[in-house]
Every structure is written in C-alpha cells, then in structure tokens.
C-alpha cells in the first residue's frame, strides 16, 4: 500500500479501481433491470488466497427506485462493513432511509441460528465541524428544527463544496482533516473479514458467493435473497475449485520429481520420493483446509475426499517409480550375474562347489553397493534366487559338479533366504508406512489445530459483534455447541488416524512372529544365512 494523495496516514493502493457491479434497466419506467458482475473483478477476487473484508458505501437507498433497493439488499448480504452517509444537517428523509434499511433487510432469508448482516458505520458529513455528544440526542433534535433553505447558508464557495475531490489538503482546515483520518483509521481497525458461517471468505469464494447473490437477485421469480442457498452453494464450489487447485499444484511438485527421472535416467530412492510426497502433500492440505468452508462435519468429508484423491495420485507415481526400480535393479541383476556366475556355467568351465559358492557371494556383495534400498531389490533378488539359482545348483548337480547331499542343502538354504527376505520386506514396507502415516496425521492435526483456531477467532468476533445483551446465554450456547462440533471432528480424525497406526502395527507384530519362527527352522537345520545382502538392502 502507498500513501493517500489526500493523507499519509490512510493506506491507499496505487492504479485505477476496477468496476465491479453495473446495472442495466430493462425499460423505460427503471422497473426492470439486471445487476451485471464485471468478469475482470471477479478474476481479481478469485487470485485473493487470503480473508476477504467487504467495505459497501452507500448514500440514498430510495424505496421509490426497485434498482436502489435491491443494489441495496446486496449490499447487505455481501458486505463485512456497511457505510452509510448521511448529511451534516438531518432530515426526516435521512431518518427514514434508516428505518428502511430494517424494512429492506426483511427481503433476505437469512442463515438459521447465524448473523449475516455487516457492522454499520453512520457517516455525518459535518461541514461544520461540530461533532454532537450524544448522536441519538442530536438526531432527534434536528429531527423537529429541519430548515433546508439554512442548509448552505455559512457556505462561503458552494463550487468548491461539490469538488472537494480536486482540493488540496492543506488547503482544508485542519480538523476536519483529522477528524476524516480519525474516521477512516477507525473503519480499518475495526474492519472484519467477510464470514461464511464460522470461516473467513477467500477470494474464491466471496467471488462465487457474489455470482449466487446477484443470480437470485436477478431471477424475476424470487422475491427473496436465500442467504442459506447461497452460502450451500458456495461451500461446494469452494471445496471443488480447492480440489481442483491443491491437487493440481501436488501434483505438479510429484510431477517435476518424476521428469527430473527420466533427465537422469535413473529412478528416484524411495526416502527422496518420500520426502518430495511429504513435503508437496503438506504444502497442498495446508491451503485446501484453509480454502474449504462450512461446518465440523462438512470440513471433514472435504478433508477425507481430498486425502483420497492425493492417496490415488501417490499411488500412481508410487508405481510409476516402483517399475522404474524394478527395471534398473534386474538390468543390474542381469549384468552382475553374465559377468561373475555365467562363465562358470559353460559346460567347458564348470564351477566346482567352492568356486559356484564364492561366485554367488561377489554377485550378491556387488548387488549390495549398487541397490536402492526398497522391496524392489529384494523382489529382483527373490527372482533370481527361484530362478536362476535353483537352475544353476541343479545343471552343476547334473553334471556331477556338485554332490546331491550339497545341491540339497543350497537349495534349502536358497529357499529359506528366499522367505527370510520376503519377511524382511514385508517389516520394511510396515515400518516405513508406520513412520509414514504418523508424520502425515501430526502434519494434519497441526493444520486442523489451526483452522479451528482461526474458526475459533470468527465465531468469537462474531459474537461480540453481533449478540445483543437479554439473549447472551442462548448465543453462547450456540458458540459452545459449534466449537464442540469442530472438536469432535479433530477427536474423530485423531481416533480414524490412531486406529490406521494400531492395524499397521498389528500386521508388523505378525510379520515379527513369522519372522522368528523362520530362525528357529534355520537354527533346527542348522542353515547358515548370508546377512551381507540383507543389511545392504534393508538398511
């Protein structure tokens, strides 16, 4: 913001204003007639990711004119803070265009057990710099000596009153400068967002809460504006278009992490992919659960479809990687094994057993420095050790290379490894989910910490705003009840997460079991397992 042309002390921001609403008359007679909604503001609005506060100015609601009034009942509907101007000198007109605005206010349905309507700043445009004590008093006063003629009568350049907008500030008296400096500094301290039951508007959605305002303003056939319908409305198009947005943009982060794959020609490790999820899923929650609306339950079900929609997408680039793994591990499988075990199955240069065995381990020991730690390299390991293994113990036992008794007991020892490291990375894919799913639940507890916070916050100005004094208790009653519904929800999520962890736990329990029941068939056969493979690739 830079400074005011006609005080430093109001913030201003440089460049034209944008034109938001016009209306159009449909006759001659002003009767009929549509508010349009220019698209350029609304594309503004919608680039607003933070809480929107709604300032309407508004000079001579005339009942006599139905486009002043229903611009009038909009006014009211979308508006944080409502300016009324009223001149320095009061009317019985200026009294009356107050009681219109209740009269006025009877055409909006509005949201059962919710305060809708925007705080009231009255404006005096007080010429004559005498500011009353009691405001009412004043009123009331003035009410029963009204002399239009006397309006201007002090006036000493009535040109210059009506273009005051071309006046230089210093060649305004003084206070009455301050005292508009005063004004206006008082309208932003005060000013609120602009709330959707508990939760502030973004641009996005005060943009379509609009375009639902001025479409039921328009339709000939209502002769009400439906706060309720508009605020539904507005809450699912808020979580579509927050869908839409923050899945978009994890997407586009997982997407840049796949593409700098194919540049380097080699597959992501799953701890990078990991963090990349981590960190592109935390960033993407974060500005869906402040861009959703609505209440505990609806926040909930929003949250649950887009954690859905984000586990799908995962689960496609999670395979994507995973056959990309799969792929550089058996090239290297392959490569290793036709360069250290293939020689010595030519029938012209047939391993004897000491040779075959010590064969096997520098296959395995290179594979250990080469692999990306994960279940892929176990599951290529676990093919060569059903396939060419086996094959292998079987074409030197054939040809006398290895004894039968020998042949047997690799083979057992083959099949056994082959189990233990199925165990090994079936716990490694439970433990790594574990750690997983608490570090995704702390960061959603967190954000959901936060947004009740902040739902909090607007339920309480609200009410200090809005409640009068003789129905106190039932407000709070209702204040109480909406933030035990939120903390319900957070208790529900933490209850959904909690149990995910036991199941995930309970399978790794199970897995653990198998696990040493393993050992103890190998200590009865007294099988020795290589562990070089195993530590190499569970590490």
Request: charged share 25%; aromatic share 8%.
């Amino acid at each position: 913001m830079s400074s005011n042309p006609f005080s430093e002390i109001i913030p201003c921001r440089p460049g034209n204003p944008t034109h938001l609403l016009n209306y159009m008359c449909l006759d001659d007679d002003y009767d009929e007639g549509l508010i349009l909604l220019d698209e350029q503001a609304l594309r503004i609005l919608r680039k607003v990711e933070e809480p929107i506060a709604v300032i309407t100015g508004i000079n001579d609601p005339n009942q006599e004119v139905p486009w002043a009034n229903k611009l009038f009942v909009l006014c009211l509907a979308i508006s944080s803070t409502l300016i009324y101007n009223i001149n320095g000198v009061i009317g019985r007109d200026d009294i009356d265009k107050l009681f219109l605005m209740t009269k006025i206010a009877s055409l909006i349905q509005p949201p059962n057990e919710l305060q809708f309507l925007p705080d009231l700043v009255v404006l005096l445009r007080d010429f004559q710099l005498d500011s009353p004590p009691d405001f009412v008093e004043y009123f009331l006063d003035r009410l029963s000596n009204v002399n239009d003629d006397g309006k201007f009568k002090h006036y000493i350049n009535l040109s210059k009153m009506r273009n005051m907008s071309t006046i230089r500030t210093d060649k305004l008296d003084p206070v009455f400068v301050t005292n508009i400096e005063e004004a206006v500094t008082n309208i932003f301290k005060n000013l609120s967002p602009k709330y959707l039951d508990a939760s502030a508007m973004t641009g996005v959605a005060f943009a379509e809460f609009l375009e639902r305002c001025v479409a039921q303003i328009n339709d000939p056939e209502n002769t009400m504006l439906s706060i309720p319908s508009a605020y539904e409305a507005t809450i699912d198009y808020a979580a579509q278009k927050a869908y839409e947005i923050c899945i978009e943009r994890y997407d586009e982060k997982m997407n840049q992490m796949m593409s700098q794959m194919n540049i380097d020609g080699s597959p992501i490790s799953w701890e990078k992919f990991e963090n990349t999820h981590s960190d592109a899923f935390e960033s993407a929650h974060n500005d869906f659960i402040k861009q959703i609306l609505g209440d505990a339950n609806q926040i909930q079900s929003f949250r649950k479809t887009f954690c859905d929609k984000i586990t799908a997408l995962k689960d496609k680039y999670y395979k994507e990687n995973s056959a990309a793994l799969i792929k550089y591990h058996e090239e290297w499988a392959h490569k290793l094994w036709e360069e250290h075990v293939a020689p010595g199955l030519e029938i012209t240069n047939l391993f004897d057993t000491d040779e075959f065995e010590e064969a096997i381990n520098l296959f395995e020991q290179i594979y250990g420095t080469i692999v990306k730690p994960g279940q892929e390299a176990v599951q290529v390991l676990n093919g060569f050790k059903a396939n060419q293994y086996e094959y292998s113990i079987r074409l030197l036992n054939n040809y006398n290379a290895l004894r039968e008794e020998r042949a047997n007991e690799m083979l057992a020892r083959q099949q056994i490894e082959r189990q233990q490291c199925e165990l090994l990375q079936e716990e490694m894919k439970l433990r790594t989910e574990i750690i997983n799913v608490k570090a995704e639940n702390e960061k959603i507890q967190k954000q959901l910490e936060e947004k009740i916070k902040t739902i909090e916050k607007g339920i309480l100005d609200q009410e200090q705003r809005e409640q009068a004094f003789e129905k106190l208790n039932n407000e709070n009653d209702r204040m109480l009840k909406q933030l035990d519904d939120y903390n319900r929800m957070l208790n529900k999520v933490n209850e959904e997460n909690q149990s995910k962890v036991n199941s995930l736990q309970n399978q790794l329990t199970n897995n653990n079991r198998k696990k040493s029941d393993m050992l103890s068939v190998v200590r009865d056969l007294g099988v020795a397992l290589a562990p070089l493979i195993f530590s190499t690739i569970f590490n």
